[in-house]
């Protein structure tokens, strides 16, 4: 059986345009090569391919903008390797920067929304339960399956581009049901309240889950009543880091798991499921793993990955109340945060408190801090998974009060009493 | 080259040619170098040079630019498929890849640089058992087959 319908095949041999054939052709061969038999439409789609990695990347962008490609779904922009807003400086050579430049302005070109953030979910990208989509992001690939419940599977580079432009994408994985349901149930139950009351708890746990779970579905009980959606959000990219989850469920949270056996599937299945019971002495390793240096020096601080949202400029705002920072302070955002940051002029007071708003961007994709190196501190899962190697710095974690205390103090004061 | 004799015992090499299912179509030759070890692209190899960088890779420092690289899994990032594209346009591809199993993240590189008119290598199946045996040799990939070639000098 072919993959492709008639009117598919007629896209690939050019009907519609060189550059919707060669999207065309991208999608057929990841269809291939997946086992996928076919095509489904898709509603939206969130880009990660206009980060700069080398020329070749704009050269491809380019030749879909020469051949009239132009998107066919709302398509968002994940973050580039440039600030447009302006809050930061990066430091790419000017070659790059061009070549960066080059490639934002293609995605601009073909239709794409200039998001340039990884949160498009807090930017009003929210596609509703059970609709197929094509997100890239690992972070917003994992929130996008498991809190908003629409479907996708992690789309890399070039065949976001590709499905957003032909507003379809390979029938496979994630987008079936059946392969949607849990086969481990995480039992937190244990836990203390105060531990799962706590924000720091959640990046945390999303590290343990994503190095215990590898890329099975969990349902994890005992964690209802104390969710929020950012703190989804930092579990989420946390478990994206350390394993490849690309959908989680939590008991009474999330929209496949009004409770553990709809999200297994039923109650045979929810008895054949593997029970892991989360203790504090795992949850105290994984955070253990999550910093790389030792002493009480700290450098640099960076927040805000995935981007911040409001309510966690919020927080901020409040733990730092009215304080000077010691330390550079970078908290990394979306530009609909900082428009609405601007709007009633708390942009100013926190940068004239020693904050640094990195927009569209964020530092580990691109160099904005300091190229001395040192130690990085961060409340952020995913900035301490990739920061060593991306940055060069070594990295302390802690809560997001642990990073501004330090930041004020200048060098690290952490609260560890939480864990023991 | 000569690690990699070291790590294969010479008894286990192969002469035998291997029937492999095509990934990716082409012909490519070169000397194998079969990881220990699956990879991450994004993150463990150098995109402008082909270096493994990843430190904690058994392989770490070898080059797979020209290498007939036989990986034995792949891992990470979904930017895999660029890193493999700007390998490919810079002239530090693999000569040919050999895969344990398809990872369509990372081809979908290659795919894009077909699609670009770009010198393309091509991808086979071949289980890393097999890779492994291969290690060291100079092959040649393509139809279908995975071909030993005479060695030319001895050790």
Not at chain 1, 383 to 402: I, R
Request: net charge negative; aromatic share 6%; hydrophobic share 45%.
């Amino acid at each position: 059986m072919p993959i492709l319908t008639p009117d598919e095949a007629a896209i690939a041999a050019g009907e519609a345009g060189d550059g919707a054939a060669m999207a065309m052709r991208i999608v057929a061969e990841a269809a291939r090569l997946m086992g996928a038999p076919r095509l489904i439409p898709v509603a939206s789609a969130h880009i990660d391919g206009a980060l700069y990695h080398g020329d070749s990347g704009t050269l491809f962008a380019e030749r879909l903008v020469a051949g009239g490609a132009k998107v066919a779904v709302r398509s968002t922009l994940n973050v580039g390797a440039l600030d447009l807003v302006g809050c930061s400086r990066g430091r790419l050579p000017p070659h790059e920067h061009e070549m960066a430049r080059r490639m934002m302005r293609a995605y601009e070109a073909m239709g794409c929304a200039p998001t340039w953030t990884c949160a498009p979910y807090q930017a009003g990208h929210r596609p509703a339960v059970g609709t197929d989509v094509a997100w890239g992001e690992s972070n917003a690939v994992v929130f996008c399956n498991s809190v908003l419940g629409a479907r996708t599977n992690r789309y890399g580079d070039f065949l976001d581009i590709a499905c957003a432009v032909v507003a379809r994408a390979p029938d496979y994985g994630l987008h079936q049901a059946a392969n949607r349901k849990a086969t481990v149930v995480v039992d937190c139950t244990a836990l203390s309240p105060a531990l799962r009351a706590a924000d720091v708890f959640w990046p945390v746990f999303g590290t343990w889950y994503g190095l215990a779970m590898g890329g099975a579905i969990g349902v994890v009980e005992g964690l209802a009543g104390f969710a929020t959606e950012d703190r989804l959000k930092a579990l989420g990219a946390a478990a994206a880091s350390s394993g490849g989850v690309g959908l989680f469920h939590i008991a009474g949270v999330t929209p496949e798991a009004p409770d553990a056996a709809t999200a297994c599937g039923g109650l045979d299945a929810l008895a054949r499921a593997e029970r892991i019971t989360v203790t504090g002495a795992m949850l105290r390793e994984a955070c253990t793993r999550l910093s790389t240096a030792a002493g009480d020096t700290v450098d640099a601080v960076a927040i805000g990955s995935p981007h911040l949202s409001v309510d966690e400029v919020d927080s901020l705002e409040a733990q730092l109340a009215g304080r000077r920072l010691a330390l550079p302070f970078f908290a990394c955002t979306g530009r609909h945060v900082i428009r609405a940051l601007e709007a009633d002029g708390r942009r100013a007071s926190l940068e004239a408190a020693g904050v640094t708003f990195v927009a569209d961007t964020c530092v580990v994709v691109t160099p904005v801090l300091a190229p001395s190196g040192g130690v990085l501190m961060t409340n952020s899962g995913k900035f301490a998974h990739y920061a060593p190697g991306t940055t060069g710095y070594a990295v302390q974690y802690g809560a997001l009060a642990d990073c501004v205390e330090s930041a004020v103090a200048g060098r690290l004061v952490r609260e560890d009493a939480l864990w023991s | 080259m000569e690690l990699n004799t070291e790590t294969v015992p010479m008894a286990t090499a192969t002469t035998e040619t291997f029937a492999v299912e095509d990934l990716l179509p082409g012909t490519g030759s070169g000397n194998v170098l079969a990881l220990t070890a699956p990879i991450s692209f994004w993150g463990g190899v150098d995109p402008r040079r082909g270096t493994i960088i990843d430190a904690r890779h058994p392989q770490c420092g070898q080059s797979v630019a020209g290498r007939v690289l036989g990986l034995p899994g792949t891992i990470g990032s979904s930017s895999a498929s660029s890193v493999l594209l700007e390998l490919v346009h810079a002239g530090h591809a693999p000569a040919a890849l050999l895969m344990h199993e398809p990872d369509a993240i990372l081809l979908l590189g290659l795919v894009v640089a077909r699609e670009m008119g770009w010198p393309t290598p091509p991808a086979v199946r071949l289980p890393a058992a097999d890779q492994a045996r291969l290690a060291g040799r100079d092959v040649t990939v393509g139809d279908g087959q995975v071909r030993p070639l005479p060695a030319a000098t001895g050790p």
